[in-house]
C-alpha cells in the first residue's frame, strides 16, 4: 500500500541557508500535518492543512512557511537556518481520523 | 485544546500485560482518543482509536471511561519489540475538524526479557 512520501530523507544545511522538505500524502488524503522533533524530544507540531487551506498553526517560526499544492503534496520552507533547527521533520497525512506519518526527513544545520 | 498526561517511563517484563493510562481532562465532545507508538527515528505508527467504552483491535485494547477524562492503552503479552515511546493524542483529526493534534510527553516503554 502507499505511504506518505518525504523528501529529502537527509539535508545538511549551513547556518542561514535556506531548506525545502515535501510531502506526499496518501492519495486521497486531503489533511497534512507538520511537526518537528528535536533530539529526545517530543513531536511539536508546527502546521496544518486541510484541503489546500492552512487549518492550524503551532509553533511554526515566522521564519519557516508551508503551503498544500493543487494535487495535495507539501513544502515546508524553512529560511535563515539556525542550529537549533536541526531535528526530525515529520508529515501526517489523513482523511478519515487516522493520521499516517512519513518517515521524516532528518536536517542538519552546521 | 485537551491536554494530555501520560506516566514518563514504564518497566515491563515480556509475556507480561501493559497498561498505560493517559489523561485529558479538558476533552471536548468532538475529540477521539488515538494512540501511536514511535520507535527512534521512525515517524509515529497507529496503533488505536475510540471514542467511549472499549476497542480492540489485533494489537491492543483501548478503554475509556464514561466520563472520558482518561484512557488506558493495553497491550497483552508484550515482547522486546514493544519497546518504544507511546503517545495518546486526543483531537478530531478529520479534515476541516482537524487543526492542531498535540503530542504531549509521551510513555517510554521499556521491554525486559
Known amino acids: 500500500a502507499a505511504g506518505v512520501i518525504q523528501s529529502p530523507r537527509h539535508l545538511i544545511k549551513e547556518k542561514r541557508e535556506t531548506a525545502t522538505l515535501k510531502c506526499y500524502p496518501i492519495?486521497?488524503?486531503?489533511?497534512v500535518y507538520w511537526y518537528q522533533q528535536g533530539p529526545g524530544q517530543d513531536p511539536q507540531f508546527l502546521i496544518s492543512f486541510y484541503e489546500k487551506m492552512q487549518s492550524d498553526k503551532g509553533s511554526i517560526p515566522d521564519r519557516f512557511s508551508a503551503q498544500q499544492f493543487s494535487d495535495y503534496h507539501s513544502e515546508l520552507n524553512m529560511s535563515s537556518l539556525e542550529l537549533g533547527d536541526s531535528a526530525l521533520y515529520f508529515c501526517a497525512t489523513g482523511g478519515i481520523g487516522e493520521l499516517f506519518f512519513g518517515e521524516g526527513s532528518r536536517l542538519t544545520v552546521l | 485544546l485537551a491536554k494530555t498526561t501520560q506516566p514518563i517511563s514504564m518497566d515491563s517484563y515480556e509475556g507480561q500485560e501493559v497498561n498505560i493510562t493517559c489523561s485529558h481532562n479538558n476533552i471536548a465532545t468532538n475529540d477521539y482518543i488515538t494512540w501511536y507508538q514511535q520507535f527512534p527515528s521512525q515517524g509515529p505508527r497507529f496503533i488505536i482509536q475510540g471514542y467511549k467504552t472499549k476497542v480492540t483491535n489485533e494489537v491492543a485494547s483501548l478503554f475509556i471511561p464514561a466520563d472520558r477524562k482518561s484512557s488506558t492503552l493495553s497491550l497483552p503479552r508484550v515482547s522486546l519489540s514493544d519497546t518504544a515511546v507511546y503517545y495518546c493524542?486526543?483531537?478530531?483529526?478529520?479534515?476541516?475538524?482537524?487543526?492542531?493534534?498535540?503530542f504531549g510527553q509521551g510513555t517510554e516503554l521499556s521491554v525486559k526479557p
Open positions: 492519495p486521497r488524503h486531503d489533511t
Open positions: 493524542l486526543v483531537g478530531a483529526p478529520w479534515g476541516n475538524q482537524g487543526g492542531k493534534l498535540i
